[in-house]
């Protein structure tokens, strides 16, 4: 199943790595490792959605209250960028 995470990037999720990971080995015998190889896969790939969403959610409440340049003590537009 496809979760939809953000509208400008469309569906993120593992739906085209599970298919490459498993061409890449076809034609090999399944022996014992291959379930839990495949589940590990799958875990990762609901690991990474799981960020996502989190990255979503950070970003959404920076953006609706971030700091302006004078916040910041800035006073011109050749204020230096701040890294963090």
């Known amino acids: 199943m496809r979760r ?3 509208t400008d990037r469309g ?3 593992g739906y085209r790595l599970l298919p490459r990971w498993l061409a890449a ?3 090999l ?4 490792a291959f379930i ?3 589940r590990d896969v799958a875990a ?3 690991e990474l ?3 996502f969403e989190a990255a979503d959610s950070i970003l959404a409440a920076t953006l609706g209250d971030s700091l302006t340049r004078a916040a910041l003590g800035s006073h011109g537009a050749s204020a ?3 890294i963090l």
Do not use: Q, Y
């Open 49 to 51: 959605i799981d960020l």
């Open 25 to 27: 080995r076809e034609g």
């Open 11 to 13: 569906p993120v999720s």
């Open 29 to 32: 015998a399944i022996g014992p």
């Open 44 to 46: 990762r790939i609901a």
């Open 36 to 38: 839990p190889e495949l």
């Open 80 to 82: 230096a960028v701040l």
């Open 4 to 6: 939809r995470l953000g």
